[in-house]
């Protein structure tokens, strides 16, 4: 069978499909995470939850109610809060994390980013207008 056959016969398979989201990601680590623990624990019951989530992964991604999953990842999102970002690309998270701080606006609440290791800065929200100082 050639690559472009397993390919398409692939992409049949999952159409109508859910896929794979942020909520997956994160089981599919704790998975591995608790694996590497069995390594060295040797307990059945690890073992066992980290196949549970696997058949929860794995139910997910090929279920056909697309609308319940999605609801079902929002919601998680929303308790993710902050660590969105680390959830959806964890590279480029780290990379931002490295190079940029995020200040709050004391008037509107609004996120500002600004470059680290430049002492203290004045900022100007872009939502309301205030300045005031960061220390980055």
């Known amino acids: ?44 019951w690890l073992l066992l939850i980290a196949l549970a989530l696997v058949v929860c992964v794995g139910w997910r991604i090929m279920s056909k109610n697309v609308e319940a999953r999605r609801n079902e990842n929002e919601l998680f999102l929303d308790h993710a809060g902050r660590f969105r970002p680390w959830l959806r690309n964890p590279s480029a998270a780290l990379k931002e994390a490295r190079t940029y701080k995020h200040a709050v606006c004391p008037d509107c609440g609004q996120k500002v980013r600004v470059p680290r290791g430049k002492g203290k800065l004045r900022v100007t929200c872009p939502k309301c207008h205030k300045k005031f100082e960061v220390k980055s």
Do not use: C, H, P, W
């Open 1 to 44: 069978m050639a690559k472009g056959d397993f390919d398409r016969k692939m992409a049949e398979a999952m159409r109508g499909r859910y896929g794979s989201d942020e909520l997956n990601n994160l089981l599919n680590a704790i998975v591995l995470v608790l694996l590497i623990i069995n390594i060295f624990a040797q307990q059945t």
